[in-house]
């Protein structure tokens, strides 16, 4: 291998950065091996991604603040590169960087007052590379068996975190199983497009997420209500599944029918043994979609708030959120949709 053939010395500079020092015959095989490789060929095209993100909270007048905590500077992933990264803050203040225990970049930030507003822009600039989903897996058959380490970690998400004991809901759920030796990844598909099909989509104002009871008796809901319909669902059937936010890139938004851009977006993501984390939209029945670009994730959709904090006073306030996600062009530029 190249570690054998690269002899030499690791130096580190007081600044600390380190270099090597290859002797001339073992760089010579170095690159002789390097060169006699295949070409790496892939099918996978990425895209540039720029993310504007503005929440705008006005009040009735000039209020004191706390801490706000906000949740929006995704992970390097493979499939996610973080180029660049932003905030825009209305008011100065403290700023701290830290990590939550789902392993979430998280910036707690506490506002000098008062002030009757509180602006946040987050700015992003990624590189998104499409991971298809490989549906070859011999691992993945019903029941589902995970391994003992694996198992240890993946205990809390497959718990349930509400106690839904709705007869229709149920029901629903019943229906939805297919034949016991049927394909995990065939199962978990065929959910996901279930709710797709067969709910209604429409934005809610309101905070908070529907039990899956009342999805299910209202036909109706928000990406995250159905995000976690699916999740609820799937860990009473013994799957490991957890709560997935972030945005929603969609290019000509009306033709393509795509449900959730310009806004934050919420969906499911599955444990299976061997392929790890899968991430199933319900909302536009997507599975391991380039569209999606993650940002958090946690085991409720309580935990994943985007921007939420205090405030020293009670006051009427009203919010406003807007997201621009758009496709960047090798000049830089955004690509007209």
């Known amino acids: 291998g190249l570690a054998g053939l690269f002899q030499g010395v690791i130096s580190v500079s007081p600044a600390g950065r380190r270099k090597l020092f290859c002797r001339p015959e073992a760089t010579k095989a170095a690159l002789a091996h390097l060169y006699s490789l295949p070409p790496v060929t892939t099918s996978a095209v990425m ?4 993310i504007r993100h503005e929440t705008l909270y006005t009040y009735a007048r000039p209020i004191g603040f706390g801490p706000w905590k906000l949740l929006m500077r995704p992970l390097d992933t493979h499939a996610i590169r973080l180029v660049e990264a932003s905030l825009e803050l209305s008011a100065a203040g403290p700023v701290r960087w830290t990590y939550d225990a789902y392993g979430n970049s998280i910036c707690i930030f506490t506002p000098r007052g008062p002030s009757d507003r509180l602006r946040v822009v987050n700015h992003l600039l990624i590189d998104r590379y499409p991971a298809p989903l490989a549906v070859d897996n011999p691992q993945s058959a019903l029941p589902l068996v995970y391994d003992v380490a694996d198992r240890a970690v993946l205990d809390p998400f497959i718990a349930p975190a509400t106690a839904d004991r709705d007869a229709d809901y149920l029901d629903w759920l019943r229906d939805r199983m297919g034949p016991a030796d049927e394909p995990a ?16 989509y429409g934005t809610r104002d309101e905070q908070g997420t529907q039990s899956p009871s009342q999805t299910i008796q209202r036909g109706q809901g928000t990406c995250r209500d159905f995000a976690w319909l699916m999740i609820e669902s799937l860990r009473r059937l013994g799957f490991a599944a957890r709560f997935a936010t972030g945005y929603l890139y969609s290019p000509r938004i009306a033709a393509s029918g795509i449900r959730g851009a310009g806004a934050t977006h919420a969906w499911c993501e599955v444990f299976l043994p061997d392929l790890g984390w899968i991430e199933f939209d319900p909302t536009n029945g997507l599975a391991e979609s380039e569209h999606l670009i993650r940002v958090a994730t946690t085991r409720t959709p309580a935990e994943a708030s985007i921007m939420n904090g205090m405030v020293t006073e009670q006051a009427e306030c009203n919010l ?18």
């Open 47 to 50: 895209s540039r991604l720029r």
């Open 185 to 200: 990844l065939d199962f978990l598909q065929r959910l996901n497009s279930a709710i797709h099909v067969g709910f209604t």
């Open 320 to 337: 406003k959120v807007a997201v621009d996600v758009d496709l960047v062009g090798p000049d830089g530029l955004n690509v007209a949709a």
